[in-house]
C-alpha cells in the first residue's frame, strides 16, 4: 500500500523568499504524483501532477516540483513567494492500477508574512 | 460552471442523528469519493465507487454508509451520527486514469 509523508507541518516564511515544501512517498509499484492546495474554507485545488516524462513538473503561478524515484520525493518549490500563496498544501499520489485512489499527506500550512 | 456540488455546506447534528450528504458532478466521471478532513490528518478516504453500480471501502468506513445512485450523484449516510464524526467531509470525482480529482467545497459537519 502507498503513503506518503510531508515532513514539515509548518512552513512560515517572508514575502519573495524561496520556499520547500518536502514531500515523501512510499510504493512497491509506479505511482502518479500530485501536489494540491486548499485556501481557507475551500476545497482542493490540483496544483501540479507527475504522470510521466520529464520529472520537473510547472504550475502556471510559478510553483514547481520534481519527481526523484531514487529518493521516493516530490518536492514543491518557488523561488520567490507571495502573501496570496498562503495556503494549506497536500502531496497526494496514486499507484498504477489502484482504481487511481488517491493517498494524501497530512499538510503543510504555508504562511507567507510581509 | 462544471465540477463537483456538494450540500448542505454545514450541519449540526446531535449525537444518534442521522442525515445524508448529498455530491453531484457534472463532468461525465466514472469514479467519485468521499473523504473526510481533519487537523493533522490530512485526508481519509471513507468510500469510493470506482463506478457506477459499484462502492468499495476505503481507510475509515465504519459509521458511514453510501449510495451511487447513477452515474452523476453519490452521497453519503451517516445513520447514527457521533462525536468522532465532526469534521469536514470532500466529495471528489475523476475519469478513474489518473489525471487527478475535482473536489466540491466540502460539508463542514459539528456532532454536539
Known amino acids: 500500500a502507498q503513503s506518503v509523508t510531508q515532513l514539515d507541518s509548518q512552513v512560515p516564511v517572508f514575502e519573495e523568499a524561496p520556499v520547500e515544501l518536502r514531500c515523501n512517498y512510499s510504493?512497491?509499484?509506479?505511482?502518479?504524483l500530485f501536489w494540491y492546495v486548499q485556501y481557507p474554507n475551500q476545497g482542493l485545488q490540483l496544483l501540479l501532477k507527475?504522470?510521466?516524462?520529464?520529472?520537473l513538473v510547472e504550475s502556471i503561478n510559478g510553483f514547481e516540483a520534481e519527481f526523484n524515484k531514487s529518493q521516493t520525493s516530490f518536492h514543491l518549490r518557488k523561488p520567490s513567494v507571495h502573501i496570496s500563496d498562503t495556503a494549506e498544501y497536500f502531496c497526494?499520489?496514486?499507484?498504477?492500477?489502484?482504481?487511481?485512489?488517491?493517498?494524501f499527506g497530512s499538510g503543510t500550512q504555508l504562511t507567507v508574512l510581509p | 460552471n462544471a465540477g463537483v456540488t456538494q450540500t448542505p455546506k454545514f450541519q449540526v447534528l446531535k449525537t444518534g442523528q442521522s442525515m445524508t450528504l448529498q455530491c453531484a458532478q457534472d463532468m461525465n466521471h466514472n469514479s467519485m469519493y468521499w473523504y473526510r478532513q481533519d487537523p493533522g490528518m490530512g485526508l481519509r478516504l471513507i468510500y469510493y465507487s470506482a463506478s457506477e453500480g459499484t462502492t468499495d471501502k476505503g481507510e475509515v468506513p465504519n459509521g458511514y454508509n453510501v449510495s451511487r445512485l447513477n452515474k452523476r450523484e453519490f452521497s453519503l449516510r451517516l445513520e447514527s451520527a457521533a462525536p468522532s464524526q465532526t469534521s469536514v467531509y470532500f466529495c471528489a470525482s475523476s475519469d478513474g486514469q489518473g489525471y487527478g480529482y475535482t473536489f466540491g467545497s466540502g460539508t463542514r459537519l459539528t456532532v454536539v
Open positions: 510504493s512497491s509499484v509506479s505511482v502518479y
Open positions: 507527475y504522470l510521466s516524462g520529464s520529472t
Open positions: 497526494a499520489v496514486s499507484e498504477f492500477g489502484s482504481a487511481r485512489q488517491l493517498t
